[in-house]
């Protein structure tokens, strides 16, 4: 196969303050095709798509199709040109037909009145429903319908806008094994017909079913792409993963004491089931899986934030129940958040105001606030974190990604803890600052605190734990200790390799 | 740690900014309306004049205050002038069925206290309730209570003391003016000196934040709505004493004059900006202003079409503010 490609895109980058989402990829997609596109979560996926699609405009590369350079201003230019997505969360309106959702923006109207032509409409979404093998039809609500449906309805949709390219994001994560089947027969029905396909996923089952080639990207940047039958999983596994653990992540070490927290079956309905690990002082645990296997929620329940339904969590011993963030703290559990920016920081106040927050009751007298002495801690913590700032009253809005970080766990060094909870520390943040993060995490284990590691970044996970903790779809799959485990072993316990979807058995219709 | 990183702690002082401050559109528009008072009526400026007006418009400028609270911590209370007319009703009816007036007046204070911490622990217990349907529920029920207890009727036949509060004078300057400056001072030490204006302020940015880092932001909702309500309390004390007798339909209307008082005195509407300077300013602004309209003879709804206008203009001048600072917040 040495057809001319349908979508090459070229030294493609794209900068968003303080992150580099994309740098330099390269992507090239051939007439019927089903090309698979996988990486970890943040390695620019969504902004790649974003960008074929016109949501985004690349600072830097150009994209051709069919050959021409072409550039687009705004979605709706991409779309003339052929271009479709599928989101992974669908985007419709349930309380219309399924017509209606189907030529929702390009309805079929009388040439005068522009009046709408409600009979061409459904005979003509019909027949994309024939053609996709549906059973159901465009005259049904949208919102009676399972996912797989909606899925299904979404594909029509791109069909009607003459879509020769076809975006699907992660579109079998919310369906059952059966109706995986069924999308896999449509998405090759699809290539049959001569349209080329973009398949992103996190399942490797998907990739070896459907796609004929795959392209892997990483940090942003590109790895490679291989033919289907070039790659085995575990050589795509640490392609997804890369190899630079050792420069980034140097483990320091530090003498591990007594047993800190320990966490038992702990469950939170609906949301983590049966949860046991502990955490000693000095020690480094990473909670890993993929994103919403529940390790945020298993955070937020130790540090209070949303208690768990059973189970018992101890802190040295004693058994502790937090009903709030204020308790977990005087309790000496620390917490840095997942979103930074809605959870860490109050963005439009100047950084000393969000670092002494925690710790306002340090600086008061009978409740009278003594600001000298606020600013005066603000800033040491600041300096002893090297945030790069001029001033204790610089916005935290002004700061760059790692620099905000690091403003959050100064807010956590203003109180006296001993378990630091840190929820995707290094998320967003560029190479620089996530070293410089990594630094000051080994530098609190050498300080005695225990430490709980969220991360979904394989590097990151092995470079600076001493213990790992799998979890999966609300479970705890594997403890590792991280001296006698593989990236491998890692991502097997947290890929649902086999069957797609196991939590919902009966999430359709079907 | 190695790279050795010095962050300056002095304020920056930048006089620009000092003289650009709402607070001085505030005064100017004040003295204008001062000036046009003293044109209509060539008594305004007389000195007991002068210091006796504010006797006439404060009683609602104490529920000014905590609504600057509430405002800053992006929320909005409808029902203190419910509150006003219920704790009002509840002194009168039991003062007149025997209980000592200076139990009646606490009774007075209790009742509206427990009046604004049912609104804070409403909203604490049902996270999922709008604050402002919260507060129009209660402004309505805790109206329909004072109609129950009252009917359609007048309650009054205090003890003479008690009309002290309203019309009393120590040297010359109304008792009422004394006791606003006193309350107003506290607020605003509270707002601005203490640790639990700045977590109000906090909340007001974003209240998700302030919870993960520990706050405890149920006690501050808690607390400020409680405030809120008691120093309605206050308001029906001296609107009470003032009138000599209440009735279940007073103070219609307070709430919405306050919430504009207090967005007059550039306090945001979507939370954490304000300072205790504004809000008084332009209590004094709405009240000379009001009282000149009727100096001029001029109808109570014109004075109504005056300050909404102001409002808005208010809004508008801050926004041309915000944006040219932002333009300058490269520093």
């Avoid at chain 1, 596994?237 to 966490?263: C, F, H, N, W």
């Amino acid at each position: 196969m040495s057809e001319a490609p349908i979508l090459e895109l070229n030294g493609i980058s794209k900068f968003f303050p303080g992150v580099r989402a994309l740098e330099d990829v390269k992507f090239d997609l051939r007439p019927g095709e089903i090309h698979g596109l996988m990486g970890e979560n943040g390695a620019g996926k969504s902004t790649f798509i974003k960008i074929i699609t016109g949501v985004h405009s690349p600072d830097a590369g150009e994209i051709r199709i069919d050959g021409n350079a072409v550039t687009f201003r705004n979605p709706m230019e991409a779309q003339r040109l052929g271009v479709a997505a599928i989101y992974q969360h669908v985007t419709s309106y349930p309380d219309l037909t399924v017509a209606e959702n189907i030529f929702m923006g390009h309805e079929k109207t009388t040439s005068v009145v522009r009046r709408i032509n409600w009979r061409e409409m459904h005979e003509e979404a019909q027949v994309f429903l024939d053609q996709l093998g549906a059973n159901f039809t465009s005259r049904d609500r949208m919102g009676s319908l399972s996912v797989a449906r909606q899925q299904i309805v979404e594909i029509a949709k791109a069909l009607s806008t003459n879509a020769r390219i076809i975006i699907m994001d992660e579109p079998t994560a919310a369906l059952t094994q059966h109706e995986s089947e069924e999308l896999y027969r449509i998405t090759e029905g699809l290539r049959e017909s001569g349209v080329s396909v973009i398949f992103i996923s996190h399942r490797m089952e998907d990739i070896w079913r459907l796609a004929d080639r795959v392209t892997v990207f990483r940090d942003g940047h590109y790895i490679g792409t291989w033919g289907a039958d070039e790659i085995d999983q575990e050589r795509l596994i640490v392609a997804m993963v890369g190899r630079e653990i050792s420069q980034m992540y140097p483990k320091r070490s530090v003498t591990i004491g007594d047993e800190l927290l320990s966490v038992e079956h702990l469950t939170r309905i609906g949301f983590f089931r049966d949860v046991s690990f502990n955490v000693r002082a000095g020690e480094i645990v990473a909670l890993t899986g993929l994103v919403g296997a529940g390790r945020t929620e298993v955070c937020e329940s130790i540090y209070g934030v949303y208690p768990a339904d059973s189970g018992t969590v101890r802190l040295n011993g004693e058994e502790i129940s937090p009903r709030s963030p204020m308790e977990a703290l005087e309790l000496g559990i620390g917490h840095l958040p997942e979103d930074r920016q809605l959870q860490g920081l109050i963005l439009e106040w100047e950084i000393g105001r969000n670092i002494t927050l925690p710790s306002l009751s340090h600086y008061s007298n009978n409740g009278w606030l003594d600001e000298a002495q606020e600013t005066e801690v603000a800033a040491r913590l600041a300096e002893k974190l090297t945030v790069k700032a001029p001033s204790v009253f610089t916005l935290a809005s002004a700061l760059s990604g790692g620099n905000q970080q690091k403003v959050v766990v100064a807010k956590l060094l203003s109180r006296s803890l001993k378990l630091i909870i840190l929820d995707e520390p290094t998320k967003g943040v560029d190479v620089a600052a996530k070293a410089a993060i990594c630094e000051i995490i080994g530098d609190l284990a050498e300080q005695g605190y225990g430490i709980i590691l969220v991360s979904s970044e394989m590097p990151e996970v092995l470079g600076m734990s001493d213990r790992i903790v799998v979890m999966k779809e609300g479970h705890v799959t594997a403890h590792l200790v991280t001296s006698e485990t593989s990236q491998e072993e890692i991502l097997n316990a947290a890929m649902v390799v086999k069957t797609p979807a196991t939590a919902t058995p009966e999430g359709g219709a079907e | 740690m190695s790279n050795e990183i010095r962050i300056r702690t002095e304020r920056e002082r930048n006089w620009r900014e000092f003289f650009f401050q709402w607070e001085w559109i505030l005064v100017g528009v004040l003295l204008l309306v001062v000036i046009i008072n003293s044109s209509i009526s060539p008594y305004f400026l007389n000195f007991n004049t002068f210091i006796r007006t504010p006797a006439t418009f404060l009683d609602k400028g104490f529920i000014v205050l905590p609504m600057m609270f509430v405002l800053i911590l992006a929320k909005i209370d409808i029902s203190v002038g419910s509150t006003v007319a219920l704790s009002a009703v509840i002194m009168a009816v039991s003062y007149n069925a025997g209980l000592p007036m200076p139990l009646a007046m606490l009774l007075c204070l209790v009742v509206a206290g427990l009046g604004g911490a049912i609104n804070g622990w409403l909203l604490i217990k049902f996270k999922e309730l709008s604050f402002v349907i919260v507060t129009l529920s209660t402004m309505i029920i805790y109206r329909g209570i004072a109609y129950i207890i009252l009917g359609d009727q007048a309650s009054g036949g205090f003890p003479d003391w008690f009309s002290f509060l309203g019309w009393g004078e120590i040297f010359g300057v109304p008792f009422i003016l004394i006791c606003f400056v006193l309350v107003a001072i506290a607020f605003g030490l509270l707002l601005h000196r203490t640790t639990f204006g700045r977590s109000v302020f906090g909340m007001g940015r974003n209240a998700t934040a302030c919870r993960y880092s520990g706050v405890n932001t149920d006690r501050v909702v808690w607390i400020v709505f409680m405030l809120n309500g008691l120093m309605a309390g206050v308001t029906a004390l001296f609107l009470t004493s003032r009138m000599g007798s209440t009735r279940p339909n007073v103070a219609m209307g307070y709430e919405l004059e306050v919430i504009a008082m207090v967005a007059l005195g550039g306090v945001s509407t979507n939370g954490g900006i304000g300072r205790v300077g504004g809000p008084l300013l332009a209590v004094f602004i709405i009240g000379f202003l009001s009282y000149g309209m009727g100096l001029a003879n001029l109808q109570a709804p014109i004075v109504l079409v005056v300050i909404g206008t102001l409002l808005i203009v208010s809004v508008l001048v801050h926004r041309i503010r915000f944006q040219s600072k932002k333009k300058n917040s490269a520093v």
